[in-house]
């Protein structure tokens, strides 16, 4: 199985920025893509944030390109994501993603428990 342990979230003013992380741990033989989704009030969660491959290739959905930046860690399996100039819209529950290969598991993606971001005055 692998665990994803997301932080960071909270309350923050328009225009103001937060750093999101996520570790993956278990027992896993390798990662693949990382990434965040996110659930605005009363919709699904289908959104995409952002998506980095192993290699460290990114894909941004539109609502945010330009102003969140996904990184990430190989050596401690963690996902980061800055958003800056953040805005009411964003506020949301943020979901870490994992493309996982776990011991007797196969490849399937796993999710965080999310964390909330709200961006208001």
């Known amino acids: 199985q692998v665990q994803l342990v997301e932080s960071g979230g909270g309350l923050v003013q328009p225009g103001g920025s937060l750093r999101l992380s996520c570790a993956a741990s278990g027992d896993f033989f390798s990662i693949g893509a990382m990434g965040w989704y996110r659930q605005p009030p009363g919709k699904q969660r289908d959104e995409l944030v952002a998506?980095?491959?192993?290699?460290?290739?990114?894909k941004y959905g539109d609502a945010v390109k330009g102003r969140f930046t996904i990184s990430r860690d190989n050596a401690k399996d963690t996902v980061y994501l800055q958003m800056n100039i953040l805005k009411p819209e964003d506020t949301a529950v943020y979901y870490c993603?994992?493309?996982?290969?776990?011991?007797?598991?196969?490849?399937?993606?796993?999710w965080g428990q999310g964390t909330q971001v709200t961006v208001s005055s």
């Open positions: 993603y994992a493309m996982a290969t776990a011991l007797g598991d196969g490849d399937r993606p796993y």
């Open positions: 998506l980095i491959a192993s290699g460290g290739l990114t």
